[in-house]
């Protein structure tokens, strides 16, 4: 067999394995790369010799290349900077803090409990200071954390990718070369510098075109994008070594971050061409994994992962999102969800290719160690959240409901508005894109179309929600949508809210068990109480003024005190404790217990501050 015959086989062989983990992932609900790691070790030499990369490490590189830049673009897309503003301050310092925390913690524990030489320890704190977000992505939505906790998991993970890359190369070149302290901080700055510029003015060229060349379809606009990132990753490589990745993130968050014609159509191509590159890149990566590697590193190897997993990074995430206005449970689901991907993995791959350690034709000192620590790190970080990640969401309470809205406009999105900031995981649809627009700039998800085609559903998640709420102005659009929600996907009438604005169409959604509510009768009987009976009423009208809150007990603190002696701010009040099926009026004397759910009114602020003292 010819090599170039050879190396398609392989590539088959890859890609039919390939489906075969996306297959597994979706019977087991567990992340694809588990079974892809899995796959790629039984393929290699160490059981059934059938992939060797051995015989084809040139052609290995360049694959690496162009996978890494496209699964990095792919992840930099989905960030839109306009959409994380209030969350900007913990993820500079996710990627600056947690970062610099994590090099140096398991640079120490690397060194010290591996007594490896301080070069190949500080490579080894490089290489796993990087989250993966090729693993990230799919493990959020799989798991269907709140928004907020996946766009900081999101971001932290394409944003400190390049920062790793810069920073392994920087200490491999140091190892090789022997930089001298002041000379390696202008190596950094210099890659910093020139990665950060040409991804800068590659996104900006790109997203005007996109914005300005009127005849550019969707189809070329996937070709040219998907040109213009690997122009932008072979430029910056070029120019300095080491500085593509951070060139293709700056790039790709650009375009994320732009209103750009064919957006969707680009996200769309690349999410496929991800899965396919995600699948051949792991599974040839976990091929070149030898036992040896990782039996020379014992069990202190295993020590140092643990304390990596378990103390530096719960330390790293707490450090750097102190002050910020994420709660505890949600601090530590981030720092439960720490995997390393195919950065490290490829990046020391990289490295022991050019240091000729692979084939054994020259020996280095740790390096084999430090190929079989990295490759145990990225089982373990893989495999602790894919298996255990989504019992962990549930048990810290960071799984929100998924409420699908139809309707995009005044109603919808104020009412969307509330359902974010309650934690829950919102969808609109609309068929105005203006009106999605204008969702869209909330940081809300919207899709635009048709709520009653069965396609524009199923992209907006309809499988995965618990409750539709409809609230156009039309009752025969909202009455639809409610039909199809109940006998095409299985909705009961308790899950099916829909506003009916002609108070005579009422019956038509109460006969058919919908929970419905007329604007006009709402509105009449909330007047009439603020006459004489005002202070509820005034309190929770629609506004900013109020709020009415349901929160879970599960604060230690507060579990077995009566109600009166838990200090919640004034403005606020406990008004029902849900306790199974029994619903209980509060009063002073009601102790609160370990999973009741409260209700809590009050105006806005203090609401949400008594909520947090209970959870």
Known sequence: MTGSTYILAILAVVLLMGISAQVLSRIFKMPSIVFLLLFGIILGPEILNIVDTASFQQELEAIIALSVAIIVFDGGLQINLKHIRTLQKSIIKLITLGVL???IGASLAAHYLLNIDPGMAMLYGALVSATGPTVITPLVKQIHVTRKISKILEAEGVMNDPISVILAALVFEWILLDVPGINALGYLAVRLGMGFILGLVGGVILAYILQNVTMITAQYARLFTLTAVLLTFTGAELFGNGSGILAVA???????????????SIKEFKGDLVIILLSVIFILLASMIRFEYIMNIGLWGVAVILILMFAIRPVAVFASTHGSNLSTREKSFISIVSPRGVVPAS????FAIRM???????????????????FLTVIFSVVWPGIFAGTFARKLGVIPMEILIIGGGGVGRELAQRFDKRGENVVIIDTDEENCQKVMELGIKAVNGDGNDLNILEKAGIRHSKYIVATTDKDNVNLLACQIAKSKFGFSGNMLVARVNDPNNLPLFTEMGIRAMSPVKSTTIILENMVGRHDLFTMCEVGHQGDIIERRVSNPSVVGKPIKDVRIPKGSLIVL?????????????????????????????????????LD
């Open 356 to 374: 000729h350690t692979l084939d054994g034709t020259t020996s280095t000192a740790g390096i084999e160690i430090l190929v079989g620590l990295v």
């Open 577 to 613: 404790v849900r306790r199974d099926d029994l619903s209980i009026i509060a009063h002073g004397d009601t102790i609160l217990h370990e999973g009741d759910h409260v209700t809590i009114i009050g105006q806005a602020g203090a609401a949400a501050e008594a909520a947090s003292l």
């Open 101 to 103: 925390t994590t090099f």
């Open 250 to 264: 700056v790039f790709s968050i650009i375009i994320g971050s732009t209103d750009i014609s064919h957006k969707e």
């Open 347 to 350: 990046m020391v791959t990289y």
